[in-house]
């Protein structure tokens, strides 16, 4: 007997991915490769700890000493450290496993940290651990995750007083350590924060590699990665070199593949306008990116975790520095990952599978995303607050956020919904982008050099991996793009232009302003290249405030600008230009803002957006009787009949979210479903298969062959095998046969970058274990 839904009645579709998410957070996130493992933790009852091999013995005001803290009120009974296994770093530093304490279970608390921006591939991918994962470290430097049944310690609360002077309460029943993860485009930044002073958020900006720009500390590092050589035909021998590690002049050298997560959107990236060295620079990375997968038998996805393990690893390192170890090793962790607004659930899904292979702790722990925009809107308003500045909001209120990065830029505008108890914002306009971020300049920087010195030239600076030619993008990056404000402050000014033209020799060019091998960049070539995307920007700026207006009749109250572009002054300056009387207000920490507000999308802070806008109209397709006089002519070529109940019936779409809805986040939407199964069913019948559909139709189409914009959104997969026949309705056919009927509501939550599905039925909460995009 084949399954019919009604009311909506709803088609069977093809089995799911399987998947099923540890905390309920973003499950509708699900593995998409086949190759991949997963099952279900709960977020109690896992934590990571690492061990190291040998043993030998250490005190604990020594490992206090070498951390530069003082640990006091651990616990009232006494702390000893036995089997310790010690490991020192090239930098130095001190690795600590085997504390146990009186009368409880040992614990590892050991460093598993890489130490250093060159290393080894191949850590295990979707290897899922039976009880407490463990991670070990070889000589190879490869980690792999083995189950060792351990339980956590009777570890009570304690104040840890680090080497700077400060305390931090710490309970590890309550607290947890937030740790956001901004990997964009040209930089990757991280920070972290604890629950329990939701008001401080750190960045890390010690990073290994080269000073930039005679600094030691910054907030983001280049998302660019050089693999080494494979040895003897194995894929993990191949080492790897990331961020400032990376020197300028190094040949191949990948970058931008954040964006090769979103293959779909690939004609998308391409600069607005179709400008022909985008397009040419976009086929270039597409050729070599498959030549450098293809060298080193890696995926896009498999580069990410990568990198993304070793900047994390990087990071760990440096909060234990800061952080007492053992509370680092042993608190509860939850990452936020920063995603642009425009992305497709696909890409998604993958930024999420590379952040589960990249590392075991956040394969074992809570992940979540976060929009870009919404994250700096958080730290934003956050910031606002810290400043005293929180008696000039007033409900009512409307703010643009424009997120300017390197890749895209996506703008987002809230409405203040309440100043007190606690600030909240509404999503009043939703979040539009393009991919016109600051690596488009760059774009437009080579397109120039093609100009004035030639295909040979430019062949030659790129020759052996195009060491010399990433020398000159380096300059331009670091030090032209930056700092540009105007053409007539540029050429007064006069201390950034000149860009070396290392590798080849070139004539002198005078009306080129090429000078004994080095270029001269006037105000003028700078104002050519910037403008084309400045212009976009300001066109997806004005779209913004236009519908804010549309919204609220009256102007947003100001322009939030934040992010790496977001800090040019060039950007600012048209902007501001362009809107008038709208201040563009620029925070402090604008490069940061991101992951700072990522941090926050998970703290119990002052800041929450209680509310966003549904993006498209998202709904299930029916299968209602057919009535002839009712219906249109073309209703009759998509007649089926229903074999349970002997009638005609014709697919209907039923949407439950139209496209602008204020989506509340913390109130459920239920799509209610019946099934009907036969009475001597098995245990399989009660697995079920639903679909949501989605369009992005200002008004939807009530049958879904009338437009061909409705297209499949996600296919779920409910196991309701818990229910028992007493839950059941039963039914009787036309002939006779008995069947029974199962009621059911797909329940969806609404979060900031996607939606989070469950089940319930007859009063019984289910899990949606499937979830295929």
Same mark, same amino acid.
């Given at each position: 007997m084949s399954a019919t839904v009604a009311a909506p009645r709803k088609a069977l579709r093809p089995p799911a991915v399987k998947k099923t998410s540890a905390s309920g957070a973003f499950s509708w996130l699900a593995e998409a490769s086949a190759d991949t493992s997963t099952t279900t933790f709960s977020a109690t009852s896992l934590e990571a700890s690492t061990s190291t091999q040998g043993s030998a013995s250490v005190a604990i005001p020594a490992l206090a000493s070498h951390a530069g803290m003082e640990l006091t009120a651990l616990s009232a009974e006494t702390v000893e450290a036995s089997k310790t296994s010690k490991t020192i770093s090239s930098s130095g530093e001190l690795g600590v496993s085997g504390l146990t304490q009186a009368a409880s279970p040992?614990?590892?608390?050991?460093?598993?940290?890489?130490?250093?921006? !060159?290393?080894?591939?191949?850590?295990?991918?979707?290897?899922?651990?039976?009880?407490?994962?463990?991670?070990?470290?070889?000589?190879?430097?490869?980690?792999?995750?083995?189950?060792?049944?351990?339980?956590?310690?009777?570890?009570?609360?304690?104040?840890?007083?680090?080497?700077?002077?400060?305390?931090?309460?710490?309970?590890?029943?309550?607290?947890?350590?937030? %740790?956001?993860?901004?990997?964009?485009?040209?930089? !990757?930044?991280?920070?972290?924060?604890?629950?329990?002073?939701?008001?401080?958020?750190?960045?890390?900006?010690?990073?290994?590699?080269?000073?930039?720009?005679?600094?030691?500390? %910054?907030?983001?590092?280049?998302?660019?990665?050089?693999?080494?050589?494979?040895?003897?035909?194995?894929?993990?021998?191949?080492?790897?070199?990331?961020?400032?590690?990376?020197?300028?002049?190094?040949?191949?050298?990948?970058?931008?593949?954040?964006?090769?997560?979103? &293959?779909?959107?690939?004609?998308?990236?391409?600069?607005?306008?179709?400008?022909?060295?985008?397009?040419?620079m976009v086929h270039s990375h597409e050729q070599t990116m498959a030549e450098e997968l293809g060298r080193i038998f890696k995926s896009t996805v498999d580069i990410v975790a990568d990198f993304i393990g070793a900047v994390y690893e990087h990071a760990l390192t440096k909060i234990r520095e800061k952080e007492l170890p053992i509370v680092v090793n042993t608190i509860k962790k939850q990452f936020v990952l920063t995603v642009p607004a425009i992305w497709s659930d696909i890409a998604k899904n993958a930024t999420l599978r590379a952040a589960r292979n990249a590392h075991q702790d956040i394969l074992v722990n809570p992940e979540d995303l976060v929009t870009e925009p919404e994250a700096a809107a958080l730290y934003t308003f956050q910031s606002y607050l810290k400043r005293g500045l929180g008696s000039s909001v007033n409900r009512g209120d409307t703010f643009v956020l424009c997120d300017a990065g390197g890749g895209t830029v996506d703008l987002i505008s809230y409405k203040v919904a309440a100043v007190k108890p606690r600030l909240q914002l509404k999503e009043v306009v939703k979040a539009t982008g393009g991919a016109v971020g600051s690596m488009m300049i760059n774009i437009g920087f080579e397109r120039h050099l093609h100009t004035i010195l030639g295909e040979e030239v430019m062949a030659k600076l790129k020759a052996d991996g195009g060491a010399a030619f990433n020398a000159i993008m380096q300059d331009f990056d670091q030090k032209v793009k930056p700092n540009f404000s105007s053409a007539e402050e540029w050429d007064d000014d006069g201390q950034?232009?000149?860009?070396?033209?290392?590798?080849?020799?070139?004539?002198?060019?005078?009306?080129?302003?090429?000078?004994?091998?080095?270029?001269?960049?006037?105000?003028?070539?700078?104002?050519?290249?910037?403008?084309?995307?400045?212009?976009?920007?300001?066109?997806?700026?004005?779209?913004?405030?236009?519908?804010?207006?549309?919204?609220?009749?009256?102007? &947003?109250?100001?322009?939030?600008?934040?992010?790496?572009?977001?800090?040019? &002054?060039?950007?600012?300056?048209?902007?501001?230009?362009?809107?008038?009387? %709208?201040?563009?207000?620029?925070?402090?920490?604008?490069?940061?803002?991101?992951?700072?507000?990522?941090?926050?999308?998970?703290?119990?802070? !002052?800041?929450?957006?209680?509310?966003?806008?549904?993006?498209?109209?998202?709904?299930?397709?029916?299968?209602?009787?057919?009535?002839?006089?009712?219906?249109?002519?073309?209703?009759?070529?998509?007649?089926?009949?229903?074999?349970?109940?002997?009638?005609?019936?014709?697919?209907?779409?039923?949407?439950y979210i139209y496209k602008d809805d204020e989506l509340k986040r913390n109130n459920a939407i239920r799509f209610p479903f019946f099934r009907d199964i036969p009475f001597d069913y098995k245990p399989e019948h009660l697995v079920f298969e639903d679909e949501l559909e989605e369009s992005d139709e200002d008004v939807p189409p009530v049958f879904p062959w009338e437009n061909q914009g409705v297209k499949r959104k996600v296919v779920l997969t409910s196991d309701l095998r818990?229910?028992?026949?007493?839950?059941?309705?039963?039914?009787?056919?036309?002939?006779?046969?008995?069947?029974?009927?199962?009621?059911?509501?797909?329940?969806?939550? %609404?979060?900031s970058a996607g939606m989070e599905f469950s089940v319930e039925s007859e009063g019984k909460k289910f899990s949606v274990t499937d979830v295929d995009y």
């Open positions: 040992s614990l590892n608390v050991a460093k598993n940290s890489f130490h250093s921006s !060159t290393v080894v591939v191949g850590m295990p991918r979707n290897t899922i651990p039976s009880g407490t994962p463990s991670i070990s470290y070889g000589s190879s430097g490869k980690s792999r995750a083995t189950g060792t049944g351990a339980s956590m310690p009777a570890f009570r609360g304690s104040v840890v007083r680090t080497k700077f002077g400060g305390q931090r309460k710490f309970d590890p029943a309550k607290d947890r350590l937030i %740790i956001g993860v901004d990997f964009g485009t040209t930089y !990757t930044g991280i920070a972290y924060g604890f629950t329990s002073d939701p008001s401080t958020v750190t960045v890390i900006k010690k990073w290994p590699g080269h000073a930039v720009r005679g600094r030691n500390d %910054i907030d983001k590092i280049p998302t660019v990665i050089k693999y080494g050589d494979m040895k003897d035909d194995d894929p993990e021998t191949i080492t790897f070199e990331w961020g400032h590690s990376v020197r300028g002049d190094a040949k191949d050298v990948i970058r931008g593949f954040k964006l090769d997560l979103d &293959p779909g959107k690939r004609k998308f990236y391409t600069p607005a306008g179709g400008i022909d060295a985008g397009v040419n950034n232009d000149r860009i070396d033209l290392p590798g080849v020799e070139i004539e002198d060019n005078e009306a080129n302003n090429v000078r004994e091998n080095t270029l001269v960049v006037t105000g003028d070539v700078l104002e050519s290249i910037f403008n084309p995307r400045v212009e976009d920007i300001e066109k997806l700026v004005q779209e913004q405030i236009d519908k804010v207006v549309r919204k609220t009749l009256r102007n &947003p109250t100001a322009i939030f600008l934040v992010g790496g572009f977001g800090s040019s &002054p060039y950007l600012s300056r048209r902007l501001q230009e362009m809107t008038k009387t %709208i201040p563009i207000i620029r925070p402090e920490e604008a490069w940061s803002a991101v992951v700072r507000g990522a941090v926050l999308y998970k703290m119990p802070g !002052t800041v929450e957006v209680v509310s966003s806008c549904a993006p498209t109209n998202l709904g299930v397709r029916a299968l209602v009787p057919y009535d002839e006089d009712e219906h249109p002519d073309s209703a009759a070529n998509h007649k089926i009949v229903d074999e349970i109940e002997g009638i005609e019936r014709i697919p209907k779409m039923m949407w818990g229910l028992s026949a007493d839950d059941l309705e039963k039914n009787e056919g036309p002939d006779g046969s008995r069947y029974y009927s199962v009621h059911y509501n797909l329940v969806v939550s %609404i979060g």
